[in-house]
Structure formats: structure tokens, C-alpha cells
């Protein structure tokens, strides 16, 4: 698949994608409606009163990668939509429960459910959509996928699902502690964002018919994309320009969120200190233009691209594996390019 | 198997069943140590510190039906163990939420897990519980079961996951709504307690190699115990004797408990408007001995014994059908007669 085809894809497999996440939800009589009512709401099909609404409700990007992943092995893209969902739906359920364990009240512009339903229908509604995930993933066997397969496709799914919360302990342990380290921090990313990524790629190429050595490629491609995109969501967390991220500048500082940047100046040698001094809770914002230069003056930012690119090298590196020649030329590559350089 | 058999049995697989358990949760490194620690105090097997301990963890009735379903027609128990593990760990995951949905602070004697680590960390670890079950369930594979029957009893079991859900939606939303009738009552219990006893049963079964009718007879089996348990609950929390069942008497009325009988009478032709009255909150410890009288007039206990019998029937009915002359002398058939003739 060429570069210029991927537009077209994804035009072609989103509302298969939509339909099939719809199949898998449209279970359950009157008497439990409003069980499925609040997860059509964050999925953005309902609104408060559970009429039909179309929300903007993410890109559902990895759905996408899954079905590339698949197409670019070799297979039938049809076949992996239900691993499509699966993933889009895990992703959702994890967004549910984030949203409660972060207090978050609101998500792509709407109050979130715990807010509307509180905290014990949240959680519920939450474990009901991971449920449900796994009800999405095992509908591969209708789609004439042999039965070894799926199997080895819910071992990848239920590893993620692992790794996952692993990801999430940490991320929560992290905001308790003072001091975490850039390697901690990477490990939490890995399970909290790129274990996903990965597992959407490998799950797809897997239907698909990869081989191990290609599966584990693309595994390995699909989370160097993820800690990627994270690192770079990070360095734009800091230095985004405001007009285009619809943040405040600098907002990760003013927010003392635990970013890698953040986290390298504050166990820098040479400016360490200082930053830790600085980063006092609360951050006034009179002091951004000091963090700024102390940031600067430890090299952070170039620091924070530089781990940037090697994931992107390795990103790379794991596609040529995978696909030999291809991997020029394949939309794999086009869509990851895309989400790395990119301002918002 | 005879009767007599059954306490050897289940001396036997006991420990088996825990050990199987102990190896799905015997991952993660030294970094999420506490991730896995939580769990393990859930279940009994660590204290607050994560140092070992054996704290009394409830009966494990669930995997043990499991097991005893699978020897029943045919099928080698060692088998079935990936399952049965599953069917506890799930059963677990559900304990650590509802914990947090209802706020309970007391499970087993000790803080619930969200008491000593927070609300957060308790969801995320009960997620994680709840993908290890999947990883439980998915090692069936690895006992020879062929892969299509393990994709059956993923199937049965993900069915199950959301069951569960679906009757804890309506328990939550029954407790904010002031009339619930004994049906939506029947399918709430049918959701929250009924559906895992039956995977449990109907699992175990599939792995041993049970025909398809024969499965789903004993699904109906566990389904009818389940019901048939929790109606017993029921009637022993308003008439049970506080000396045996260690809660004081008529704790359900007190508690406004909306329970089988009581939802009977609430909604009873005759003494409703009266029971109605006498319920409302909070009720007064004085007015017992009036509500007591009123409970005999509508002849609510022998209506719920008579819906326990019902299940009972039902129960022994479809064990019949799905073990034919077995039935009789049925080691399931006698752990159904000791958990429903029981006194608290």
C-alpha cells in the first residue's frame, strides 16, 4: 500500500470499524438499557438522555493501525475488524476507569460518566466495557479465523490487558512520590500507553498471517510508535505552541505533571537542584521564564527529542524487519510519521 | 461418585485450585510488587505489608462445582483446573469492586482493599484481577484441552463477565429506586449470583467433555443452585438464628435490605400499603415484632421457601437430565443439598 492509499483506507474501515464496535454493544433488553445507554454516551453515540448523537469521540487510531498492520502482512483487513474493536473498546474502558481514578470531569468536551452516573455506576460501566472487549476479540472465529489464532490473539490481548494496569499502578504510585526516575518513567509509559499500540500491530499482522519473527517486529514497531508519540506529547506539553495545542504554554510545568522532560531536569546533575527548588508546590507562574531557561540551560528539551528519535530509529528499523522492501512505501510508516511530527 | 466421596474430593483439589491461582498471579517484577501484593492480600494469602499469610478466604465453592462438573461426566479434574482458578480469580475481581461501589469497609474480618490503598489503586487492582482471569482461563491450552473447546468455555465465561455486570448495574440502581418488583429482583440475583455459578458448572463440564445438551443442563443446574443460595440467604437474614448466622436478627429488615421476601411483601396485595408504612426509613428496632406479624399475614417465608424450592427442583431436574441415573448419588447433587439446607 502506497503512502497516498492511506487517506482512502481509513475513509473505507472507520464506519466498519464504528459498525462493528456497535454489533458488539447492541446486547441487553429494557430492563439493563441504561447499563449500555452510558457506554454508547462516552463512546459518543448517545447523549445524556441516551438519544442518538454523534459526538467527535477520538480518532480511533489504533483500530486503524490494526487493520493496516493486517493488510500490510498480506491478509484481509475484513478479518481483523473484530480485534479492531476489541482494541478500540479496551482502550475506552481504560479511559472510563482513568476518569475515575484521576477525578477527570470532563473528556472530549462532555462531563465524563462518573460525573453524570457517579463513582460506582463509572466503575461498572467500565468493568462491563472490558468485558465486552473480550466479547469484541472472540468474534474473530466467525470471520473464519482459525481457532489457534484467536488464541494466540487473546494471549496478546489479555498480556496487554496485564500491562496495562501495570501501567496505571505506576502512573498513580508516581503522583505520591517525589522523586521517579526517566527509567521508571519509561517503563510506565510502556504499559500505559505503548503496550496498546504494540498489541494493536501484532494482533493485526497475527489475523493477517505473519509470521512469529514479523508478529514480534510489529510488536515491537507498534510500541516504539507509542512511547514515541508519548514523548513527543510531552515535549508539546512544555513547548507546544498554545494557539495549536489548545493548552497554556507550558502547561505540563504549571501542572507539575511528571513528564520525561520534567523528569530529566529534575534529576539532572548540573541543573537538578535548582529545578527541584523551583518546581516547589505550587508552580507561580512568575517562575516559567526561570524553569524555561533552567530548562535550556540542562539541554532538556534536546534530551526529550533525541529518546524521541531513537524510538522513532527503532520504529523504523523494526517496519524494515517486518516487511523488507515494503516498509518504504507502507502506510505503517506513513501513519507513524504522521503522529510524530505533527504540533497538536 | 458417591456422596462420601465428595469431602475427599474436595480435599484433594483444594489445594491444587490454589496453587493454579498462585501461578497466574506470580508475575511482575520487583518495580509493581505492590500491584500483585494488593491482590495477594485479597485473597488471603498476604498481610498489609505483603508479608505471607494465610487468612481465611472463603470456601472457593465456585472452582470446586468446576472441578466436580468435570469429573462428573467423564472429564480428568486436572483438566479443568485453568478454569476453575479462573472462575475464583473472577469472583475476586467482582468482591474488590463492589467493595468500592457499596463502600464496604469489611471483608473476611479485614479492610477492604480501597480501606488501606485508596479508591484508585482499588479499581486498577481489581482490573487487574479481572485480566488475570482471562489469563486463568486461557492456560486450558496448555492441559491438552483443544483449542475450539477452550474457545467455548471463553466464550461461556466473557458471557459471564458480563452478566455479572448487568446484575450489579440493577443492584446499584435498585437501591435508588423505591419499588422493585420480585422479577426485576429474580433477574438482578440471576445476573449477580446465578450466572457464575452456572459458568462455573458449565465450564467445568465443557472441559470434561460434556455433549452440548449436556452442558447446557448443567448450566441450568448451577444457575437453579445460585438462585435457589441466594433466596436461602434471603430467608436466613430475616429468619435465621443470630446465634448461627452471627448477625443480629432480622439484620435485613434493619438494613432495609431489599430482598426476596421483603420485596414480596412490599409489593404484597394485602399487607403492601401496611409493609410500606411499617418500612419506611430508617426503620425503627421497635417496630420489628409489627413488621415480623405482617410478614406472617402475607405469608411471605412460605412464599420464599416455596421459590427455594422451586430452584431446588429445577435444579435436581436438570442434573437428572444431564447425568441421566448418575444423578442420584451425584457429588454435585449432595454440594447442591449442603450449601441449600443450611443454617446460615
Redesign the interface.
Known sequence: MSNGELSSFIGTWLPQIENEMRQVLD??DD??A??YGMMRYHLGWADTHFRPENHPSGKRLRPILCLLACAEVGGDPSQALPAAAAIEILHNFSLI?DD???GDEMRRHRPTVWKIWG???A??????M???A??AI?RL?RRGVE??T??AA??RF??T??A???G???D??FEQTPVVSVD?YM?MIQGKTAALVGAAVAIGALVGGASPRQETDLLQFGQAVGLAFQIQDDILGIWGDPNVTGKSAANDILRRKKSLPLLYALNHPRIGDRMQAAFALPVDPDQLPHILTLLEEGEVRRFAEQQMINQHALALASLNAALGERATNSALRALAEGLLYRSS
Chains 1, 2 share one sequence.
Open positions: 446486547i441487553g430492563v439493563v441504561p447499563h476507569h475515575v481514578e484521576d463513582v460506582p455506576q466503575i461498572n460501566v467500565g468493568d462491563a472490558f468485558a465486552l473480550f466479547a472472540q472465529a481457532a489457534k484467536v488464541l487473546l494471549d489479555t498480556q490487558c496485564i496495562l494496569t501495570e496505571q499502578h505506576l498513580m504510585r521508571e517503563r
